[in-house]
């Protein structure tokens, strides 16, 4: 008798799962099934992007329902609440719709393996009137929230005379890419006709509680973003440890206060709160699930974890991998392989992670990075079309390997085109 098809779950859509359920879903000997709380992908290394409107988010969303059919999985759309462990069972919360009308009822998903790779959110550190007062990145919705209001403060400023102010606290590559890209939005607002163009419209300020910006950056990379941001007359001020963020204001612990119009909110991540309540998985200080050396949980050998989701530690003593997309990718392309491997009766070799460095858009500041080539232990500083070109190779090794290579490169020939086809400064997302 044939022997049933192993089934395989990935819970989260992101750079990470949606790669492996695309890359899985060839394989005949496993049925697999893909699960995400909205119905369609977005690249999150492009937000930042999205909510200074310098690029159409439309370009890089991508319906799980038609790439289930495209490339042969099974889409479940549902927020996860639990995991059965004994019942090897997935909890789905009921799909409301904007009304709150239920489209979709409450429902378990089986599954034999099980890939948990639900990302993860800026934390606030129990900071006072984060929640009520700031902008975090973490999902589309948040920078067509950013957005929004980001519009409406510069137009007041075209009126007024005082540029609008936006304070960024956080100098990693969200708070430093994101101040970039204002720059370019900025000059869309400014009205050529009637000489604006000496109207500052923009103030923008980064605020880093560590006593250097972009902490974990080598040296030079550190210099080389600071050059950018001084030629993009972008403020920045170190050891800013923030206690508040007010309406109007964000507050220093000693009492320092920059006037705002808007305030992002960009300091750090941590996992997806919904992490700690799935299951009795062994979490760490940053509420990750920890995983072996073959990307498995500690708790379950069934279950995987991968990402911003998962903390992995490449040797005991070791930092856990920094998250991001670079690292969710490899990840999802170790498992693609080791999970058939393990199906089929055999031992995969450990997962290995190769780190490519680190690489920064700044818009009209130009690209940098520090890349480490062959597995080199130093770091090398590159910038111009070089880092450009390394930077965007991150996303369009996610275009091939979710669409093929075909259809991946004409999705990467239609974003190349589009910024002068398809302004995004507008009123609404
Ligand atoms: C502005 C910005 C710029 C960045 N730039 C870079 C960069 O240049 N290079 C780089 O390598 N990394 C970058 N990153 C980091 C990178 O985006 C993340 O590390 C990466 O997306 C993590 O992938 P993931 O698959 O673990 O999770 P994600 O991509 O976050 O995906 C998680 C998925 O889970 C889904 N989900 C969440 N909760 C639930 C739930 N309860 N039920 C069902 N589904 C759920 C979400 O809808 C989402 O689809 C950047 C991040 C930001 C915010």
Same mark, same amino acid.
């Given at each position: 008798?044939?022997?049933?098809?192993?089934?395989?779950?990935?819970?989260? +859509?992101?750079? +990470?799962?949606?790669?492996?359920?695309?890359?899985?879903?060839?394989?005949?000997?496993?049925?697999?099934?893909?699960?995400?709380?909205?119905?369609?992908?977005?690249?999150?290394?492009?937000?930042?992007?999205? #909510?200074?409107?310098?690029? /159409?988010?439309?370009?890089?969303?991508?319906?799980?329902?038609?790439?289930? #059919?495209?490339?042969?999985?099974?889409?479940?759309?549902?927020?996860?609440?639990?995991?059965?462990?004994?019942?090897?069972?997935?909890?789905?919360? #009921?799909?409301?719709?904007?009304?709150?009308?239920?489209?979709?009822?409450?429902?378990?998903?089986?599954?034999?393996?099980?890939?948990?790779?639900?990302?993860?959110?800026?934390?606030?550190?129990?900071?006072?009137?984060?929640?009520?007062?700031?902008? %975090?990145?973490?999902?589309?919705?948040?920078?067509? /929230?950013?957005?929004?209001?980001?519009?409406?403060?510069?137009?007041?400023?075209?009126?007024?005379?005082?540029?609008?102010?936006?304070?960024?606290?956080?100098?990693?590559?969200?708070?430093?890419?994101?101040?970039?890209?204002?720059?370019?939005?900025? $000059?869309?607002?400014?009205?050529?006709? &009637?000489?604006?163009?000496?109207? %500052?419209?923009?103030?923008?300020?980064?605020?880093?509680?560590?006593?250097?910006?972009?902490?974990?950056?080598?040296?030079?990379?550190?210099?080389? &973003?600071?050059? $950018?941001?001084?030629?993009?007359?972008?403020?920045?001020?170190?050891?800013?440890?923030?206690?508040?963020?007010?309406?109007?204001?964000?507050?220093?612990?000693?009492?320092?206060?920059?006037?705002?119009?808007?305030? &992002?909110?960009?300091?750090?991540?941590?996992?997806?709160?919904?992490?700690?309540?799935?299951?009795?998985?062994?979490?760490?200080?940053?509420?990750?699930?920890?995983?072996?050396?073959?990307?498995?949980?500690?708790?379950?050998? %069934?279950?995987?974890?991968?990402?911003?989701?998962?903390?992995?530690?490449?040797?005991?003593?070791?930092?856990?991998?920094?998250?991001?997309?670079?690292?969710?990718?490899?990840?999802?392309?170790?498992?693609?392989?080791?999970?058939?491997?393990?199906?089929?009766?055999?031992?995969?070799?450990?997962?290995?992670?190769?780190?490519?460095?680190?690489?920064?858009?700044?818009?009209?500041?130009?690209?940098?990075?520090?890349?480490?080539?062959?597995?080199?232990?130093?770091?090398?500083?590159?910038?111009?079309?070089?880092?450009? #070109?390394?930077?965007?190779?991150?996303? $369009? %090794?996610?275009?091939?390997?979710?669409?093929?290579?075909?259809?991946?490169?004409?999705?990467?020939?239609?974003?190349?085109?589009?910024?002068?086809?398809?302004?995004?400064?507008?009123?609404?997302?």
């Amino acid at each position: 008798m044939e022997k049933r098809k192993e089934r395989i779950v990935v819970l989260g +859509g992101g750079a +990470g799962g949606l790669e492996l359920a695309c890359n899985l879903a060839g394989n005949n000997k496993a049925l697999v099934t893909l699960v995400d709380v909205n119905g369609s992908h977005v690249w999150k290394p492009r937000l930042h992007e999205f #909510a200074a409107g310098t690029v /159409d988010s439309t370009l890089s969303e991508m319906s799980f329902y038609m790439l289930a #059919a495209m490339r042969g999985f099974t889409f479940e759309q549902g927020k996860v609440v639990s995991i059965d462990r004994q019942a090897q069972t997935v909890r789905l919360a #009921a799909v409301r719709s904007q009304h709150g009308a239920i489209e979709g009822p409450e429902r378990d998903v089986a599954y034999d393996r099980l890939v948990v790779a639900l990302g993860g959110v800026t934390p606030d550190f129990g900071t006072t009137g984060v929640a009520e007062h700031a902008v %975090r990145l973490d999902e589309k919705a948040d920078a067509d /929230d950013f957005r929004d209001l980001f519009v409406a403060a510069i137009l007041r400023s075209r009126h007024s005379g005082k540029p609008a102010k936006v304070s960024i606290v956080g100098s990693g590559a969200t708070g430093t890419e994101l101040a970039s890209h204002l720059r370019v939005s900025e $000059r869309g607002f400014i009205n050529q006709a &009637v000489l604006e163009s000496h109207q %500052r419209l923009l103030d923008v300020v980064i605020l880093e509680a560590a006593p250097e910006i972009m902490p974990g950056a080598s040296d030079g990379l550190r210099k080389a &973003v600071l050059d $950018r941001l001084a030629l993009l007359d972008i403020d920045t001020h170190t050891n800013a440890k923030i206690a508040a963020v007010e309406r109007d204001a964000v507050v220093a612990e000693g009492g320092e206060r920059w006037p705002t119009d808007i305030t &992002v909110w960009a300091a750090g991540l941590v996992g997806n709160p919904c992490l700690e309540h799935l299951c009795d998985f062994a979490m760490d200080s940053k509420h990750r699930i920890a995983v072996d050396n073959r990307l498995r949980t500690t708790v379950d050998e %069934r279950i995987y974890a991968l990402g911003d989701a998962a903390s992995f530690k490449p040797t005991p003593d070791a930092v856990p991998l920094p998250p991001t997309a670079q690292c969710a990718s490899q990840q999802a392309a170790y498992l693609a392989g080791a999970i058939p491997k393990t199906i089929a009766g055999g031992t995969p070799d450990h997962f290995e992670y190769n780190d490519q460095g680190r690489l920064l858009s700044l818009a009209r500041g130009g690209s940098v990075g520090s890349i480490s080539p062959f597995r080199s232990k130093n770091d090398f500083l590159v910038h111009g079309q070089f880092a450009r #070109a390394a930077y965007q190779s991150i996303q $369009r %090794r996610h275009q091939w390997s979710v669409l093929g290579y075909l259809r991946g490169s004409v999705a990467i020939f239609a974003d190349a085109i589009s910024p002068a086809k398809s302004p995004a400064l507008k009123l609404h997302g």
